[in-house]
């Protein structure tokens, strides 16, 4: 699913908010008792995060409007949020998936499970468990296919697979993505960083978190200046000058003078 961020306020004055017809309904047990979004408030579960994404936001919209009205003027503790506002609502959807773009290597779910060390171009270092997002049980009883709260499963939890946890398979120990994965096999000339990784889906639960994704960043940023320094492209990294990003990586991009940093000086 996918997120909207939105923040509301206490203030020391009262104030009112409207009522809308065209926001989606709440009543005295659906209500979320809220002062802004959290990670689990998700939607989409059943539409197209790409070719959907305006009609996921504007139901965003609908929820987000339609809690805050019922909350100010219909809830039993409507006193509670007389003084509060709704300050921040975000016009840009947050997607935890989109569009995964095919590399030289494919990342399954078994590469994390059994944390495979059987490639030589491991070059970004991940922790993050197989994070699986689904619709609340309690939130489909009232908003069938409509969900907007989410709940989690890991693979190492005990809502997980039993399986693994009997084998000991705990994939917040590090495992690697392979260069493979961080530029295209059919586009000669591009790199990918991000929720566009070459992954299966299933292996983006666990790709998709910030650190690793900048972390991609970094390994491409290096990628792209050897290629310059080079006269190549991306696939040549791996093909021909492996070494070479490996040692520069090692190198780094230090906190100072980032700007005046080229890791090729530093081969």
């Excluded at 805050?68 to 609502?89: H, I, P, Q, R, T």
């Excluded at 840009?92 to 995964?100: M, V």
């Excluded at 171009?121 to 049980?137: K, L, R, W």
């Excluded at 991609?216 to 991306?234: D, F, T, Y």
Aim: proline fraction near 4%.
């Amino acid at each position: 699913g996918a997120t909207v961020k939105w923040q509301a306020q206490q203030t020391d004055t009262l104030s009112s908010f409207p009522t809308l017809p065209w926001a989606v309904k709440f009543t005295e047990r659906t209500c979320q008792k809220v002062m802004g979004f959290v990670w689990y408030w998700e939607t989409g579960f059943y539409k197209n995060q790409i070719t959907d994404a305006e009609q996921i936001r504007d139901y965003w919209f609908r929820v987000i409007y339609g809690n805050w009205s019922y909350l100010k003027n219909n809830a039993s503790f409507k006193s509670e949020y007389a003084k509060s506002v709704l300050n921040n609502v975000s016009f840009i959807l947050g997607k935890r998936e989109s569009r995964r773009l095919m590399g030289d290597y494919i990342l399954t779910q078994r590469d994390i499970l059994e944390q495979n060390t059987g490639y030589t171009d491991g070059t970004v270092v991940a922790t993050y468990s197989i994070d699986q997002h689904f619709p609340h049980p309690e939130n489909s009883v009232y908003f069938p296919r409509e969900e907007f709260l989410s709940v989690q499963k890991h693979n190492d939890n005990p809502i997980g697979k039993v399986e693994n946890m009997i084998a000991g398979k705990n994939v917040n120990k590090p495992y690697l993505i392979p260069f493979r994965c961080l530029y295209s096999r059919n586009i000669s000339n591009m790199f990918m960083a991000g929720r566009n990784i070459s992954v299966t889906r299933i292996a983006l639960a666990s790709t998709r978190v910030q650190g690793t994704i900048g972390m991609m960043g970094e390994v491409v940023a290096i990628g792209a200046l050897l290629c310059k320094e080079k006269k190549c492209q991306p696939k040549d990294i791996y093909e021909q000058y492996l070494p070479e990003l490996k040692k520069a990586l090692i190198k780094g991009i230090p906190s100072k003078n980032r700007r005046d940093f080229n890791p090729v000086d530093h081969l």
